[in-house]
């Protein structure tokens, strides 16, 4: 499997932490908080989980579809974390078409 075209320039909108992977109140995201917790990040520094989300897609390869807005990247692997524990988690990202750079789209815990 391959990288993740263009993962040196990927972008994670502010938003997409606070809002949703961040949030004690996002439907989707609040259990997905309460995981990343676990593991040593707090709100008080979202650049740590965004440097590790980064990370986690320039570093593990990707399985690649395409959907009906361009192509979407599933990467698998462990993530760096504050505890220095490396959970095996699936992050998703897409490029859209008409764009190179990959969009962080969300993550998931693999059990």
Do not use: C
Not at 3 to 16: D, M, R, V, W
Not at 95 to 102: E, H, K
């Amino acid at each position: 499997m391959p990288l993740t075209p263009n993962a040196h320039s990927a972008i994670i909108e502010p938003e997409k932490l606070s809002g949703y992977l961040m949030s004690e109140t996002h439907p989707q995201g609040a259990p997905k908080w309460r995981f990343l917790q676990l593991f040593g990040f707090t709100a008080d520094d979202p650049g740590i989980l965004r440097e590790a989300l980064l990370n986690h897609v320039a570093a593990n390869e990707a399985s690649v579809s395409v959907t009906e807005y361009g192509l979407k990247y599933e990467v698998d692997g462990p993530l760096q974390t504050p505890s220095r524990r490396t959970p095996d988690v699936r992050t998703v990202w897409q490029i859209d078409r008409g764009q190179t750079a990959p969009h962080f789209v969300t993550l998931r815990p693999r059990r």
